[in-house]
């Protein structure tokens, strides 16, 4: 390992944060010149991919982020950027510790920890002003800045390449959905989460992809659905009603390919989770459905054109993740209904 980067960024997860950073390192290319490293997992290092702001990624598996390997694998690469800064956008223990090896000077952003927490205890009393002045783009921004930039100049980008563009196109129109974000319109949708808290209902989804196929409205589901029933969604066989059709690739997409076919869809319908930033972050307008979480977090979508729909629920948010929240976090998300998103959808494509 060489020194490569006069600064290296350490980010080491979810997908949703990692992509988050992406706007900001482009930020800093634009108004400071800097081309930095950056240090995550490994199976997030494809994110950054052709990314100009962006030399060398430092890619980790599990294993070399496990304690005591990760204090060899972190005193190797102090050393190796010794004299370059450090600029830490997680401020866990990991990176913490990277830190205490940190031979040159250390930024960190505002994690904004403990008003998270106080205003979690206060019932919403406390702190709320001060997490809604910056989204999380912002507060990663604010570790080297004196004053956040405008949320507009942070948005995420993810730069994908035409032979990948093409290969998407290729795969939907495999699969009679045509190829691009019209003629008929496409719509992408993530029907999963990492906390089932933030889940919309099954039986939600299958209601919308009916009106989708009832309207005309070709779509398509991806992400990962690591346990469970596989959803049952109108369109994927030959029941499917009215001109619509859709299909199905849970599973089957990496990273890469997901962003791609993200970029052909005209819309990503999709609960709080990282595709949603993904589809931001190739320039795909996003209608995001918010229960267990609110603005607070720092997370909705940036997009010009993103939209959300949030749930009428008392007590929002119910933990900091949307992890927790008992049967009142359950029926959150209940409170969209599948109405509700249908109307939104037809809105905001009738809007592009």
Not at 212 to 220: K, S
Not at 308 to 337: N, Q, W
Request: hydrophobic residues 40%; charged residues 20%.
């Amino acid at each position: 390992m060489s020194k490569r980067s006069e600064k290296l960024v350490v980010r080491f997860s979810a997908m949703g944060d990692v992509t988050l950073i992406t706007g900001v390192l482009d930020y800093w290319r634009r108004s400071r010149g800097w081309r930095c490293g950056v240090l995550t997992r490994a199976e997030l290092a494809p994110l950054l991919r052709g990314h100009p702001a962006v030399g060398e990624v430092i890619g980790l598996s599990a294993r070399e982020l496990e304690f005591p390997a990760s204090l060899g694998v972190f005193r190797r690469i102090a050393q190796a950027y010794s004299g370059a800064d450090l600029i830490d956008l997680h401020n866990n223990l990991r990176s913490r510790l990277l830190a205490g090896l940190w031979k040159g000077r250390v930024f960190r952003y505002p994690k904004l920890g403990l008003s998270r927490r106080l205003f979690l205890l206060s019932g919403r009393r406390c702190c709320g002003e001060r997490l809604l002045e910056h989204n999380v783009p912002q507060r990663y921004a604010l570790a080297v800045e004196d004053r956040a930039p405008d949320r507009a100049e942070l948005v995420p980008h993810i730069y994908l390449e035409q032979a990948e563009l093409e290969r998407a196109g290729q795969l939907l129109a495999a699969s009679g959905l045509g190829c691009g974000r019209s003629d008929p319109p496409l719509l992408a949708l993530h029907p999963y989460a990492t906390h089932s808290q933030k889940t919309w209902p099954a039986a939600y989804w299958r209601s919308l992809t009916e009106g989708l196929c009832e309207r005309g409205i070709n779509w398509f589901v991806l992400g990962r659905q690591n346990s469970g029933e596989r959803l049952q969604l109108a369109g994927t066989a030959a029941e499917a009603g009215g001109a619509g059709r859709g299909g199905d690739y849970t599973n089957q997409t990496d990273l890469r390919l997901t962003c791609a076919l993200l970029a052909r869809a005209a819309l990503l319908i999709s609960a709080d989770s990282g595709p949603m930033h993904l589809a931001t972050a190739v320039g795909t307008p996003v209608l995001g459905l918010f229960g267990p979480t609110t603005r607070h977090w720092g997370f909705f979508p940036s997009g010009a054109d993103d939209q959300v729909l949030e749930a009428d629920c008392p007590g929002r948010p119910f933990s900091l993740h949307g992890k927790s929240g008992g049967p009142r976090g359950e029926s959150c998300m209940r409170l969209i209904t599948p109405e509700a998103v249908l109307n939104k959808a037809v809105q905001m494509l009738a809007g592009f």
